[in-house]
């Protein structure tokens, strides 16, 4: 038997009273198996463990790490702020600033409102776009995310469009059927769909590039479809950029397909908070202006626009230039180059996917992922012995083979080539797990 780690024992500690032993579940490592680093700090590209190890990290806090860990101007704003006082339950300068930030890269959103987390956000879009159209039901795609709530936690039946069945223990199955689930990039099914129930549909809810099943970026015309169908049936489109906001260009997903489609409603998350509990619902002012208290949409929140929260949202939005963003389209491009040529040197036939600067890796498949059924072909065994391969490295991928890699402004050529290092092994490990 292998000593114990301090990883080990922080393990064992918390599952003794946290439901297994995290906070958020694919923080458990279970579709990769072994034990999770338990992370005491971070700085740059690296997180360090309890055992004091530092890692290589590609997962970035699942996004919001855009300028790299602890930027130290982050950090002293966020210092700043707290010791002004940690929440007030009144309004700050400091929300209306953010909103200013927001809608100064994405003028759709003309008016926002601060959340917690992107489940609310989500959520409130949802009940905005209800409360908007007097409409309930719900369109959303297989394979994407738009966090926890109920309404949002379906899976699809088999079929082309199918009313949703609860994807979650404790979703209440009138709840899961107004929502309905449709195939990614089916441009037939989503036809359909508007054809036999578009005057029911209240909202479609679209990650505008999925980033949640692997990346599986939007086929040539298929956002301006959304957009097209929603405007001809009164149903509103909102573009959830919880995950590529702010991130794959400054304008997100939006600005980087070419600010072609409009969309009534933005859901954004990470990257905004920049690293703290923060989220953001935009839109235009005719639609937020529904919100109370100026109009019959209630939602709410104590800890919303927190003044740590916003002072982090603000230094990283100032933070992230031109530069940045330019810094993070390069590192992406070669890293996603250099693990392309080391899986091809090992035999792992392989599919690689970007959305802007986010990118992931399909092992075991060669032809272009588009839906979620297509995800699932790609060999999970083969992603768990390259993950475990680079984590022996002191690289941290992310722990499931449905998640993208994010790299940040920290990761310059020196960090690049150190991860480029640990590459032919892990193929290497991923060609055994093939056989
Ligand atoms: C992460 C994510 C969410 C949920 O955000 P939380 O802050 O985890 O609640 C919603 N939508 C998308 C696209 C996401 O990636």
Known sequence: MAALTGNDTAFARAQAVIPGGVDSPVRAFGSVGGTPRFIDHARGAYVYDVDGRGYLDLVGSWGPALLGHAHPEVIAAVQAAATKGLSFGAPTLAEAELAELIRARVPLAEKARLVSTGTEATMTAIRLARGATGRDLLVKFAGCYHGHSDGLLVAAGSGLATAGLPGSAGVPAPVAAQTVVVPYNDPAAIRALFAERGDQIAAVITE????????????????????????????????????????????????????????????????????????????????????APLGPVYQAGTLSGNPLATAAGIATLQLADAAVYATIDDASARLSAAVSEALTTAGVPHRLQHAGSLFSVFLGIETPVRTYVDAQTQHVGAYRAFFHAMLDQGVALPPSAYEAWFVSAAHDQAILDAISAALPTAATAAAKAIG
Not at 235 to 262: H, M
């Open 208 to 291: 505008p590039a999925a980033a949640n099943m692997g990346i599986v970026p939007p086929e040539p015309g298929f956002n301006e479809l959304l957009r097209e169908l929603t405007q001809a049936h009164g149903a509103l489109l909102i573009y959830d950029e919880v995950l590529v906001g702010f991130r794959v260009s400054s304008a997100g997903w939006w600005g980087y397909e070419g600010r072609t489609v409009s969309p009534d409603l933005f859901t954004f998350g990470k990257v905004v908070g920049g690293g703290m509990p923060l989220a953001a619902i935009g839109g235009r002012a005719e639609i937020m202006d529904l919100l």
